[in-house]
């Protein structure tokens, strides 16, 4: 047992060298990297599509998609918004690693850039524990999934930098308790930036989209 703790420390020390290196490199290109994780059907592609339409000019957007499938179903749909797009196939891991960004930044404009997007692998569980080199840990939430979320995966809230809760325009259809919902968020991440929005209607995208043109011009 004690050889196995050993072997998944060297495991993670290495994916977090590969972090630092990856962040080194969006910090010398002046881009600044978003790590979007969700459940599956929370919203993620959604949510980055009404992003790209109201994104204010001088905000030049990258997008990295993961998926366990070998597919491009998601990032086919941001290539066909106009932004460049790299798709990672996971082979049937369910989360992204610090060598997988290594190689999808090699391949993006990043002189061309200054925002990035990672669109992780739809899981609650093995995304948290894996650092890309992002400057954000983002997670969208979305109101079909219930209020205990939180409760239930305290991990990944713990780590956020960001919440997202989309589809609000659901609530009045489903009996999701925000303030439940909120005080297990406030008890594992105290004061946690929170946007609620809809990616259908739009509802909310506007306090979403400043925060993220204020990171960006503070590149």
């Known amino acids: 047992m004690p050889q ?7 495991i993670m ?24 994780m969700a ?3 929370a919203g993620k592609t ?13 905000i030049k957007l990258g997008v990295i998609e993961g998926d366990t499938a070998p597919v491009t179903i998601d990032s086919d749909k941001i290539a066909a918004a106009g932004i460049s797009a790299v798709q990672i196939n996971t ?32 899981n609650l569980i093995c995304p948290a524990a894996f650092q890309l080199g992002t400057h954000a840990n983002v997670l969208i939430a979305s109101v079909p999934e219930g209020d205990d979320k939180p409760y239930k995966y305290p991990n990944i809230y713990r780590g956020l930098d960001v919440l997202i809760i989309n589809k609000i325009d659901l609530t009045p259809y489903i009996d999701f308790r925000m303030d439940y919902f909120q005080q297990g968020v406030e008890m594992l991440n105290p004061g946690l930036t929170t946007f609620a929005l809809s990616a259908k209607t739009g509802e909310g995208f506007d306090a979403w989209i400043a925060w993220l043109t204020n990171k960006v011009k503070a590149k």
């Open 4 to 10: 196995r703790v050993e072997i998944v420390k060297k």
């Open 13 to 36: 020390d290495s994916n977090d060298r590969l972090a630092q290196n990856n962040q080194a490199i969006l910090d010398q290109h002046h881009v600044y990297g978003i790590n979007l």
């Open 39 to 41: 459940s599956p059907g």
């Open 46 to 58: 959604s949510v980055i599509l009404e992003t790209i339409k109201r994104l204010p000019a001088g």
């Open 91 to 122: 082979g049937g891991e369910c989360h992204l690693d610090a060598n997988m960004i290594e190689m999808a930044l090699a391949e993006l404009p990043l002189e061309d850039l200054n925002l990035i997007m990672v669109e992780n692998v739809g």
